[in-house]
């Protein structure tokens, strides 16, 4: 039997015990959130969740705060006066979302964390979310999931595209609890209505990124712009905001100016277009060459991620210094980096064979690092490890099927088109030939 009342930090304790008569008392009448629930996905596929939050239903409560309507002695408060915030069990939080009591089964399934978590030990599966949250502590993590366990924007208008937010993101005050957030597309500045961003295109004199560009491909259309943190922190912090909303992982917004952002548009009669970014650290210490990467996702599957990536590894060949990608990455982000490290790998080995080579004439040609090289074959089992001598595999056959595994290969960048100067260059004369 399920007992009344929902709120996530009350899970897997027993109910009705001291803190869950106080949450029946604070959303009476709701569904239990310490049994796992079935809910109706956009399919139409009915999948296990959890709750993760509840509300009152807009469509029947309108703008009344829960305090307001308890108070009210005509209302009787039952399970379908809510909406609820629901996670689908082992899917990623971007499919988080909110719905109503009609796409919802109720299961005598008990949520017992510390049973599903021992159970998940023996079965040697890392819940995903561990990943992205690698080299936080407890606390930390805490915190975070916390405060963005609730997604407070519905979508976003980006120019002539809508789409869906996937995750929560820290807006100043004014801008949570929406449902669209309307974005100028050339400065970056947002508005909670139509009419207001309306106003500022009149005024808006911006085409392109604020920032000088860096990259120009006149065939493709396409254009990048090196736009540093210090200078532009507003519109660096506006795109911060704007990519939080699709990247779960990162803490994105304490510093902008140490970051330079790259930015990705396609040029067309009426301006230059962004389609994505990559941040990089001005500053080389812990060996990064990207901090953080984003393509839009009314542009995703179009291959330019993968050509964002491949941008970085031509600025580490020009400034000769062979980074990483900052940890954690988003899941999509790790996809497209192992299917990058490992087409580039492949078109390596491909030319070479018949031609002795070493994993140091790797990294050298495809500015890969090491570790990287090897995460990546490893996984496609292109090498091997015998004691202290690498092996790879050469098999044309098998390279060409892995390869085309790999989806899309990367736009090119074609190096004649960059005209790109080293930040650290600037400032450090010493280094200067
Ligand atoms: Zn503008």
Redesign the pocket.
């Known amino acids: 039997m399920q007992s009344k009342g929902a709120k996530k930090s009350l899970r897997a304790k027993i109910p009705n015990n001291t803190d869950l008569r106080k949450y029946e008392k604070e959303s009476p009448g709701a569904l239990n959130l310490n049994y796992f629930i079935e809910v109706k996905n956009k399919e139409g596929v009915w999948k296990k969740s959890k709750i993760i939050e509840c509300r009152l239903d807009r469509a029947i409560f309108g703008e009344r705060m829960l305090e307001d309507v308890k108070e009210d002695p005509d209302v009787k408060l039952q399970e379908d006066s809510y909406e609820y915030y629901i996670h689908y069990d082992h899917m990623n939080r971007r499919l988080d979302e909110w719905v109503k009591r009609d796409r919802i089964k109720p299961t005598s399934d008990f949520i017992d964390e510390k049973k599903i978590r021992a159970e998940n030990k023996r079965l040697g599966i890392v819940h995903s979310s561990d990943e992205e949250y690698e080299g936080l502590d407890k606390n930390a993590r805490k915190d975070h999931e916390e405060a963005t366990k609730v997604k407070t924007i519905t979508r976003i208008k980006f120019g002539e595209y809508t789409a869906e937010a996937w995750y929560y993101s820290p807006y100043p005050d004014g801008y949570h609890n929406i449902d669209c957030i309307y974005y100028?597309e050339?400065?970056?500045?947002y508005y909670v209505c139509k009419e207001e961003l309306r106003n500022?295109?009149e005024k808006?004199t911006?085409v392109h990124p604020p920032g000088n560009q860096i990259y120009k491909d006149d065939e493709r259309g396409l254009a990048m712009f090196e736009v540093d943190g210090y200078k532009n922190p507003t519109y660096c912090e506006n795109l911060c905001y704007l990519a939080k909303l699709f990247l779960d992982h990162k803490f994105l917004l304490y510093t902008i100016v140490p970051f330079l952002f790259y930015i990705l548009t396609i040029k067309d009669e009426n301006g230059y277009h962004i389609v994505g970014y990559f941040s990089k650290n001005k500053d080389f210490d812990q060996g990064y060459n990207l901090s953080c990467i984003l393509t839009l996702p009314f542009h995703q599957r179009k291959g330019y991620g993968k050509f964002l990536i491949n941008m970085s590894y031509e600025l580490s060949k020009i400034e000769k210094r062979f980074g990483t990608p900052e940890k954690p990455l988003s899941d999509l982000g790790r996809q497209s980096y192992l299917s990058f490290w490992t087409q580039k790998i492949i078109e390596y080995i491909q030319g070479m064979i018949g031609t002795p080579f070493t994993i140091e004439d790797i990294i050298q040609h495809t500015a890969i690092r090491e570790e990287d090289i090897v995460d990546a074959l490893e996984r496609v089992s292109l090498i091997k490890k015998v004691k202290n001598e690498v092996y790879f595999c050469t098999d044309k056959k098998i390279l060409k099927e892995i390869y085309s595994k790999m989806g899309r290969p990367a736009i090119p960048v074609n190096t004649e088109d960059l005209n790109w100067y080293p930040f650290f260059y600037k400032y450090n004369t010493n280094t200067v030939k």
């Not at 050339?186 to 500045?189: A, G, I, K, T, V």
């Open positions: 100028c050339y400065c970056l500045s500022h295109m808006c911006l």
